[in-house]
């Protein structure tokens, strides 16, 4: 018996030829006692008016319209006026299959978790990805969550993949900790918060969520400045918020290390002065931190030796590390033609 209600969250921004195959995929839910809160934030083209349409035809839809905020700032607008018991988000251009929620309230209430989630694929126009569809199911108490999380190897960081309990919301309504300045990671930073207010969480390792690259896309447009210092700020944070947990904070601190590599050696692709400033401005601290580094007992001997390298001559890992991607095809493998 369909007793909790589901809050469905979906910001859209601009997706007018999207927005109503996501929306058809949510109303398709097995799973019936849906509230589906779509947030305009301030779309320029016909994605209002296709909202509005849209809720006339299935009553459990409310749209909210407001100024243009960004992904943060429309998702906690739709928690503030959720009355469902669990919040689920989707991006507005993305679907997901029919059994999806059902699956991860059911898993939620066997397990007696504060989140649910699971795997997603990633559709490419020519082959999909899947992350990871093993099949497996892992329970997971505060720190294992947690440390899941910012190991980044099995849980992934997306908001959208997930299904959880509203009063972990409390927070970072009422002690405005996310900042909506960040564009870019921020759904890492709601996951850390969200993580860290959970007593347990259930990992379902198959991928009923279709997250979709397209043209254009937040995933696939060109470098920005948010695209370029948010992954930096986010991870800084977090080490910040982690100082007196060793155990997160040593995971958190080679994650931010192995960010400042990537940025160090990025190509310098259509913005070249920009990129090559911010590039100059990342060697200048993994410098600074190099001598940490190196002390560290928790870094690992690769990552060590990486820093190392790009510390001293940036310029030939630059160089080693481009051959080797286009050997092994990671520098097309997000490239949407």
């Not at 059902?102 to 999909?128: T, W």
């Not at 300045?181 to 930073?189: A, C, G, H, P, T």
Request: one cysteine or more; aromatic letters at 10%.
């Amino acid at each position: 018996m369909e007793m909790d209600k589901i809050s469905i969250i979906v910001p859209a921004y601009n997706i007018e030829h999207y927005i109503e195959n996501t929306v058809k995929s949510i109303c398709d839910q097995t799973y019936r006692n849906l509230e589906i809160i779509l947030v305009d934030d301030g779309s320029m083209d016909r994605t209002p008016e296709i909202l509005d349409r849209l809720a006339e035809k299935d009553d459990r839809i409310r749209v909210i319209h407001k100024e243009n905020g960004g992904a943060t700032s429309a998702r906690l607008c739709g928690v503030k006026v959720a009355t469902g018991e669990w919040i689920g988000f989707v991006d507005g251009d993305d679907y997901i299959e029919p059994e999806m929620y059902e699956m991860l309230i059911g898993n939620a209430k066997k397990y007696g978790a504060d989140i649910s989630h699971c795997g997603y694929q990633m559709i490419f126009p020519s082959r999909v990805d899947y992350y990871y569809n093993t099949g497996c199911l892992a329970e997971q108490d505060n720190l294992t969550g947690l440390k899941d999380l910012l190991e980044g190897s099995f849980i992934e960081p997306g908001l959208w993949n997930k299904l959880f309990r509203k009063t972990l919301f409390y927070n970072l309504m009422h002690d405005n900790v996310m900042d909506n300045k960040i564009k870019n990671y921020e759904d890492l930073l709601m996951n850390y918060y969200l993580f860290q207010s959970a007593r347990k969480t259930v990992y379902y390792d198959i991928c009923p969520y279709h997250y979709v690259l397209r043209p254009n896309s937040a995933a696939t447009s060109g470098m920005n400045e948010h695209k370029l210092r948010d992954p930096i700020r986010v991870m800084s944070k977090i080490c910040e918020e982690t100082v007196e947990c060793p155990e997160l904070n040593h995971l958190a601190e080679k994650r931010l290390t192995g960010q400042m590599i990537d940025a160090a050696v990025m190509p310098l692709g259509q913005q070249p002065d920009v990129i090559s400033s911010f590039r100059r401005e990342m060697c200048v601290e993994l410098r600074k931190r190099l001598p940490y580094v190196l002390k560290s007992s928790y870094m690992g001997i690769n990552l060590k030796f990486k820093a190392l390298w790009v510390s001293i001559w940036p310029a030939s890992y630059r160089f080693v590390h481009t051959i080797y991607a286009k050997a092994i095809g990671l520098d097309r493998k997000y490239r949407v033609e």
